[in-house]
């Protein structure tokens, strides 16, 4: 993926305190948008592509701090971290105390290093759980006062929910994030299946998403499938499974808001989550 800068005439430096920030930082680069809520109309985008993995986010801090636009003050700032330690606690079980031991029960995270954030998903009466580095955690923290964290189970859900693609018939929301795919699946407004995948070929691809509808029991001929991210095997992933499920399609931009111009030629199904964050609050 190649880099992205759009920056529209009306982003205006000196009104920025106006202007909601949203951030999305992954082992293979950095985005950030910039939202003018006034005209719900997303004004700056920006991609940083890491060609190599940024395994201890080196380069993420060093944009953060350094990046000029990122360093303006906002009305609100969003900060999506995507992982795959994370796990989602009905709300009924959900124990403030123990989401920690839970994390650690669930995932790969052991002992001291990172921060446990919770986030409650209202739509799906579920709360996300997932582990931020310490150093990454405390630089945002210490660079945005009120920011709100995310991880991108949460938009998947939430705006899913929100949005009304649920009926009575299956939805499975598929989020592609280089070697690991997300999958959701929804029906009739409830919460079926959440979990990350990791995968080396589309073939692989193929076979944990036809697992998923075997073991839920679904109808491949009316299950609805939707897609965002970005389909590293150039596009192979997402045409081998449309040859086993007849409704796959990736999704479009958020429908709630404006694109200026200068989005016209940005694939924005590849940063739907975070396009979606100011749904979420």
Not at 86 to 92: G, I
Not at 211 to 225: G, S, T
Not at 256 to 271: L, P
Request: some cysteine; overall charge neutral.
């Amino acid at each position: 993926m190649s880099n992205i800068d759009i920056v529209d005439d009306s982003f205006d430096k000196n009104i920025t305190t106006s202007y909601f920030l949203s951030i999305q930082v992954s082992l293979n680069g950095l985005s950030f948008s910039v939202l003018d809520p006034v005209r719900n109309t997303y004004v700056l985008f920006r991609h940083i592509n890491f060609p190599q993995k940024d395994k201890n986010y080196v380069k993420a801090q060093e944009y953060l701090i350094t990046d000029r636009v990122l360093n303006y003050d906002y009305k609100r700032v969003y900060f999506l971290f995507n992982t795959v330690n994370a796990t989602l606690v009905p709300n009924a079980l959900f124990n403030n105390e123990k989401a920690e031991d839970v994390l650690a029960f669930t995932s790969r995270i052991k002992g001291e290093g990172h921060k446990t954030e919770k986030h409650k998903i209202k739509l799906a009466d579920v709360w996300g759980i997932y582990a931020i580095p310490d150093y990454l955690y405390y630089l945002v923290k210490s660079q945005y006062r009120d920011v709100m964290f995310f991880q991108q189970y949460i938009p998947m859900i939430e705006v899913n929910l929100m949005s009304g693609v649920v009926d009575d018939d299956p939805v499975m929301c598929i989020n592609l994030q280089n070697d690991v795919f997300d999958v959701i699946v929804l029906k009739r407004y409830e919460l079926l299946f959440c979990n990350s995948f990791r995968y080396r070929n589309s073939s692989e691809f193929a076979y944990f998403a036809l697992n998923i509808l075997k073991q839920l029991e679904l109808d491949q001929k009316r299950l609805k499938v939707l897609v965002s991210g970005k389909d590293n095997h150039d596009g192979e992933s997402v045409s081998l499974l449309g040859r086993y499920v007849r409704n796959v399609s990736f999704v479009s931009s958020p429908k709630q808001f404006e694109f200026s111009s200068g989005f016209r030629n940005v694939k924005t199904e590849e940063f739907y989550n975070l396009l979606s964050l100011p749904l979420c609050v």
